[in-house]
């Protein structure tokens, strides 16, 4: 009887392993103000020290956002660009980068 239940035991133990967990949601926001306000601003549009200090940073607020493809926002993310913007694909999840995007896209003038 025992064999059976350490047997029954071990295999819900590996059934529960190979189950997928549930997905944690996906707070934009949150991860804005925690991972790329202190550059790009609370509201995407950096104070003008940082623009001086890091020149090319975009203002994601500026009319000019919408011509930029969200694939440009989604490499620079995750693959970092120039010297100042890191690399955020081995921080962030691909769903988190893309939600990223789209949170950057809500911000206007």
């Known amino acids: 009887m025992t064999t059976k239940v350490l ?3 071990g295999l819900m133990a590996v059934a529960a392993v190979g189950m ?3 997905q944690q949601p996906v707070d934009a ?3 804005f103000a925690k991972t790329c306000a202190s550059c790009h601003g609370p509201k995407g549009t950096p104070a003008a020290a940082m623009v001086h200090a890091m020149p090319g940073m975009p203002d994601f607020a500026a009319a ?3 011509s930029v493809p969200d694939s440009v926002l989604n490499s620079a993310i995750t693959n ?3 010297r100042f913007m890191a690399a955020y694909k081995s ?3 691909p769903e988190m980068i893309n939600a ?3 949170y950057i896209r ?3 003038h």
């Open 100 to 102: 990223l995007v789209q």
């Open 29 to 31: 926001a949150s991860q």
């Open 20 to 22: 997928p967990r549930a």
């Open 64 to 66: 000019a956002m919408a």
């Open 7 to 9: 047997f029954l035991a």
């Open 80 to 82: 970092g660009k120039g």
């Open 91 to 93: 921080r962030l999840s």
């Open 106 to 108: 809500t911000f206007k």
